[in-house]
């Protein structure tokens, strides 16, 4: 039987499921437009050749790329994963609250999918899965706080173990749940629940810090040290920080909270009002904190911003939520106008920037990749960054290595590329930049430069011929070892694919 509620409700219900609709169409579209991206292609390649890891982050993208490998190599079927996780979210989202109030469940999950970056982002990464499993983890927790479920709070642990297996910001949501129980009153802290949860996630942790033990600790040095080398106080970082914050949320809701505080106090006293503010408003506050030593990314906060809309939903009323959702329209209607309109204009438009050769090489891959037919066979492909080497890789369907040091990011090169088997090979270098000599004369018997115009684009080559080994590895594989591969000295180390593979007789530098 159809209650008043839901009866009132279904003006709601029929907006949400048409701004649904009208969203997933155009997400559709625009995945089939957008060329593939530099890190997209990356984590595509984790895709196909997955592990039970990766260099820069847990392995759960790149498993679930490879299952969507199986079906297309598509662009817009391997970008199904973010094209469908807002509406999943969204829907959750609505469910989730719809015991509370079910026209505040529709304008909440509304607000939450009319969100800028959730109508224009089709881009692969590993927030993609982190953001699912962590909105699921919380409202496993928040439904075991109503009944006090030992079988709820486990899911809540092994839903946070699979966004820990996505990417390590799962932390903060851990550290999030701490707070809120810690702050709990004295003799209603959820210590069991909390125990059950944490028994839950160890083996998800477990299976990574394996990987880890055996590979280097690659994800550990990446992310705590390798990334970190521009790490320093600058006075515009957390000025970008709280810009992200308005453009990631509501800042319509952000208002409407603070404004009314006081009002809102009482409702806080209720632990489900209380947990999802702590699990949006803690991690926040952290990456706060983190700005003033180095810039956050926008796509950090990904993961608890469905978290934010669940709290905004407790706490306000429908006609306050009603305000975001309008403010939230407007500002996603001006980016469909701008995307479609720069989708209408001529490539050469941009011919002027400085990031013309990179929209060249990203539009007309396959225009650039067919000038490297006549050397097909007698050289082995690569490129200077890993970036353009994953692009071409993509889209040729043929593995490019990465020649030289590049950087500190996507440095799965290192695994996947054996340079002793290249010794004495015939080697090609696309580059996007005109290459300095003394980066290739010491490694071959003989190199030559060549370059052409692509659609008013200069692209370059490097030919080298029998490949020096010994000394590549000297001169450079000794330093990005001793750059990129110095193993804490507090950490037991099982296996190191870098050292093992080129200095055998060699212990891993420490640090």
Known sequence: MQTSSDRAAVPLRTAFYAVLALTLAFKFWFARTLPMTGDEAYFVYWGVYPDWGFYDHPPMIGWILALVLKLSRAEWALRLPVILMPALVALAMQQYLRRVDADKSYVAALAFLLLPVNVWNVLITTD??????AF???????????????????????????????????????????????????????????????????????????????????????????????????????????????????????????????AIGPKLAQPQARFFMYVWAVPLALF??????????????????????????????????????????????????????????????????????????????????????????????????????????????????????????????????????????????????PPNPQDYLPYFAKVEFRQYLLHGATFYLVLGQAFDYPKYREQVLRPLRDRYYRIPSYLPVGHCYFCERYFPDEPCPTR
């Open 128 to 133: 993609t899965p982190l953001v699912l499993f």
């Open 136 to 262: 699921l983890s919380a409202l496993c927790f928040g439904a075991a706080l109503r009944r006090e479920s030992k079988a709820l709070y486990a899911a809540a642990g092994a839903f946070i173990g699979l966004a820990f297996l996505s990417k390590y910001f799962a932390v903060l949501l851990g550290l999030a749940y701490i707070a809120f129980v810690l702050m709990q009153p004295a003799g209603k802290r959820s210590w069991r629940g909390l125990a059950v949860l944490i028994a839950a996630a160890l083996p998800f942790a477990a299976v990574n810090a394996w990987w880890n033990y055996e590979h280097c600790w690659a994800n550990l040095l990446f992310n705590l040290y390798n990334r970190n080398d521009d790490a320093g106080w600058l006075p515009q970082n957390p000025l970008l920080y709280a810009l992200s914050v308005l453009y990631m949320l509501s800042p319509v809701a952000l208002y409407q909270l603070w404004r009314g505080r006081a």
């Open 288 to 433: 706060a904190l983190l700005s003033l030593a180095k810039q956050v990314g926008l796509h950090w906060l990904l993961s608890f911003v469905p978290l934010f809309f669940v709290a905004a939903a407790l706490l306000l009323s429908t006609a306050q939520l009603k305000k975001s959702v309008v403010y939230l329209a407007v500002l996603s209607a001006v980016h469909i106008a701008a995307i479609v309109g720069v989708s209408l204009l001529p490539m050469e438009i941009w011919k002027s920037s400085r990031l013309y050769d990179g929209i060249v090489f990203h539009v007309k891959t396959a225009e650039l990749l067919a000038r490297l037919e006549p050397y097909a066979g007698k050289y082995e492909f690569s490129a200077d960054g890993f970036s353009p080497a994953v692009t071409a890789s993509y889209a040729s369907g043929k593995y490019f290595f990465v020649f030289g040091t590049a950087s500190s990011h996507g440095r799965h090169d290192d695994i996947l590329t054996d340079f002793r088997k290249l010794a004495g090979k015939n080697i090609l270098v696309l580059r996007k930049n």
